[in-house]
């Protein structure tokens, strides 16, 4: 069948190879939805979340869309490369045999249908099963294939590099993935999977660590860039300057991929070195789009608004921290920054490599609570790296916007927030009502005693639980306790409510109003991120925890990562709240 620029396959095969998963996710997902049941995009949705770390979601996704029965040499070998993620993860005790199982699942393939690709992966993965003399046996079979003797594209190339290593021939593979990486369709998704595969081979087999050293480095993949500056007038001079010194850094660096907002200045003197050099830009924009040209781009003076649209046209993608528009509040701009950090940080660790911050700032300037130097303070704090550019001079002197009041009475803040609710709560008894309040929520308040003054704000009604806390680590930590002591529900409860009852979290990070209730006479938080928080858990599967993009991405910049969040794709919110990305979020096994 002929495919065009729109075929969703297509759409999807180039995120993976630009290393986006989640798109990649997102585009075979919204097109099954559509009604296109075709295999390679179940496949595409499948390696994506296998990319993206989240094996388990990965195995339930290829059964249930029968891949297995497909017969088609990729699709089938995804089995394969899913037990070997498994092993991956595994307690030592238990790898040998999981490696062992995703080598028959390479081999089953291979022996059915020679390929290169199924023949390495069998090969590789018996080497980490231990089985050396049939590692060695099919690399040699596969440097004799006309396809890899005589290689004509990356997956080739990088095939007999692989090989080599299996039989300790060091020079030879250097040689081969030197010449691998020059080759056109070296993407950044390829060259991503080739090093993890590296790297797999000498944390498991210590042994060849020292020839496998020098194929890392080649193979190590660009930073992501996260960019922040700031806003300043037009002047030729100075961004003449100041661009020369962008270049650089960017030469020096070599990013593949960019996260920022298009503020005045130094933002879109960034974006467009990006777009020169034909990377991937991702705008992140704090609220509203004609509002943050309001307050951050016309400022600057005219002439940045037309430049601001063309970065707009030419980015990769465009999001927003919060969809509100701005209302005084000059927390947004850290909010929306902190975001913009959190998905570099993410896309990153998806690519295996680190995400680095490019600041255009004066390092003489006193930090303020938002702005640039914020920012560079908050990532550095953090325990991440920064280049920061002295800007010289430029003009700050900008026409700012008459400034927003905010209303009487209350602070805007930005914190987590926690909702639960019980799924089959209208079913229960009357009888059972009291067992509810006094094990369901019981559990809950004990939960949430635990985290003290962490707990800003707590209430409850029917049955639903709201709970205000300050930072997204201490919500996850919250929520996961939730919902372990939620994982029972006592006998009389499942009789009413049925089998698949139980609690459901959502759980989101962003700025909110804190205020005074005066019906209950106590300090309160409310706003439209409250409400967008509301609409998740409904939308929930019962005994999870789904987490906004925003929440996920904040708490990706914790140096620790004791918390994993797993992509589940766009999802419609309850009362037509609109779709969000969500995540489902767990505790990592820091174990293995």
């Not at 989240?54 to 290829?62: E, G, I, R, S, V």
């Not at 891949?67 to 238990?94: F, N, P, W």
């Not at 040689?175 to 790297?199: E, H, L, N, P, Y």
């Not at 509810?436 to 019981?442: L, M, P, S, T, W």
Request: proline content about 4%.
């Amino acid at each position: 069948m002929m495919t065009t620029a729109a075929d969703p396959v297509v759409l999807a095969d180039d995120a993976l190879s630009r290393g986006d998963n989640l798109e990649a996710y997102d585009i075979a997902i919204s097109a099954e939805a559509e009604g296109q049941q075709r295999p390679r995009l179940a496949y595409i949705a499948t390696l994506a979340l296998a990319r993206m770390g989240d094996t388990n979601m990965a195995l339930d996704y290829y059964d249930k869309a029968g891949l297995g029965d497909i017969d088609d040499d990729d699709i089938l070998a995804l089995l394969g490369r899913l037990k070997k993620d498994l092993a991956e993860t595994a307690k030592a005790r238990d790898q040998a045999e999981l490696f062992a199982e995703a080598s028959r699942a390479y081999r089953e393939v291979y022996e059915n249908r020679e390929s290169y690709f199924t023949g390495i992966n069998a090969a590789t993965t018996a080497l980490l099963a231990g089985d050396r003399v049939s590692a060695e046996e099919l690399a040699e079979k596969i440097l004799d294939d006309p396809a890899v003797a005589k290689p004509t594209g990356f997956y080739a190339t990088a095939t007999a590099a692989e090989a080599n290593i299996l039989l300790g021939r060091g020079e030879d593979a250097l040689d081969a993935i030197s010449a691998a990486v020059r080759w056109s369709d070296a993407s950044v998704g390829s060259k991503a999977s080739t090093f993890r595969q590296m790297m797999l081979i000498a944390k498991i087999v210590p042994d060849m660590a020292e020839i496998i050293a020098p194929i890392i480095e080649v193979l190590r993949p660009s930073p992501v860039l996260v960019f922040t500056g700031h806003m300043f007038r037009a002047d030729l001079k100075a961004e003449e300057a100041l661009t020369a010194q962008i270049d650089a850094a960017l030469d020096e660096l070599e990013p593949d991929t960019a996260y920022g907002a298009l503020a005045c200045g130094a933002d879109i003197l960034v974006a467009e070195a990006v777009i020169r050099r034909g990377l991937e830009l991702h705008v992140v924009l704090p609220f509203e789009r004609e509002d943050f040209i309001t307050q951050s781009v016309r400022p600057g003076g005219e002439d940045w608004v037309p430049r601001f649209e063309k970065c707009m046209e030419r980015a990769t993608s465009v999001s927003f921290a919060t969809d509100m528009s701005y209302i005084g509040d000059p927390n947004m701009f850290s909010y929306g920054s902190a975001v913009a950090m959190g998905l570099a940080r993410m896309r990153a660790r998806h690519l295996r490599t680190s995400a680095v911050q490019l600041a255009i700032a004066q390092t003489e300037d006193n930090a303020l609570p938002v702005g640039t130097n914020s920012d560079v303070s908050t990532w550095n704090s953090l325990g991440h790296e920064s280049r920061i550019i002295d800007p010289s001079e430029i003009d700050r002197n900008l026409d700012r916007p008459p400034e927003i009041s905010m209303p009487e009475g209350v602070t805007r803040v930005a914190h987590s927030m926690i909702f639960a609710d019980f799924a089959g709560f209208s079913k229960l008894s009357e009888a059972a009502l009291p067992l509810f309040a006094r094990d369901i929520f019981g559990r809950a308040g004990k939960v949430l005693d635990e985290y003290g003054d962490k707990i800003l704000y707590r209430n409850s009604w029917g049955d639903a639980l709201y709970a205000v806390v300050s930072t997204p680590k201490d919500a996850a930590e919250i929520v996961l306790k939730l919902q372990t002591q939620f994982a029972e529900i006592p006998d009389l409860l499942q009789e009413c409510a049925g089998g698949n009852c139980g609690m459901r979290i959502g759980v989101h990070h962003g700025p909110i109003y804190r205020g005074h209730d005066a019906v209950m006479m106590r300090t309160t938080f409310f706003g439209t991120e409250v409400t967008r928080t509301a609409r998740i858990e409904p939308v929930t599967p019962t005994g999870e925890v789904y987490a906004t993009e925003a929440f996920a991405a904040i708490l990706s910049l914790e140096s620790d990562r004791p918390f994993g969040t797993h992509y589940v794709g766009r999802v419609q919110l309850a009362k037509n709240y609109g779709t969000l990305a969500m995540y489902k979020l767990s505790r990592r096994n820091l174990d293995l």
